[in-house]
């Protein structure tokens, strides 16, 4: 994952494209595209979670890994 000064994120994924972890947003599972969208001004948290832990927590959804992204909230 990348941060940079410009108002974008880019998130890299491993050589084998098939083996993408799942993206969660405040609770909601999300694409890989929604998640480079976002500005990296408006994140608060970004966990990531991989192994048996993920796929303790999302099941066989997150045997690749699980990016778990909060927002900040609006004012």
Same mark, same amino acid.
């Given at each position: 994952?990348? %941060?940079?000064d410009k108002s974008s994120l880019s998130i890299s994924l491993p050589i084998d494209h098939n083996i993408n972890p799942l993206y969660i947003i405040n609770g909601v599972i999300i694409q890989k595209y929604e998640a480079d969208q %976002?500005?990296?001004? @408006?994140i608060k948290r970004i966990n990531v979670i991989k192994g048996d832990a993920a796929k303790?927590?999302? @099941?066989?959804r997150g045997m690749? @890994? +699980? +990016?778990?992204i909060t927002l900040k909230k609006k004012e």
């Amino acid at each position: 994952m990348i %941060l940079s000064d410009k108002s974008s994120l880019s998130i890299s994924l491993p050589i084998d494209h098939n083996i993408n972890p799942l993206y969660i947003i405040n609770g909601v599972i999300i694409q890989k595209y929604e998640a480079d969208q %976002l500005s990296p001004y @408006g994140i608060k948290r970004i966990n990531v979670i991989k192994g048996d832990a993920a796929k303790k927590k999302y @099941g066989d959804r997150g045997m690749n @890994g +699980v +990016v778990e992204i909060t927002l900040k909230k609006k004012e």
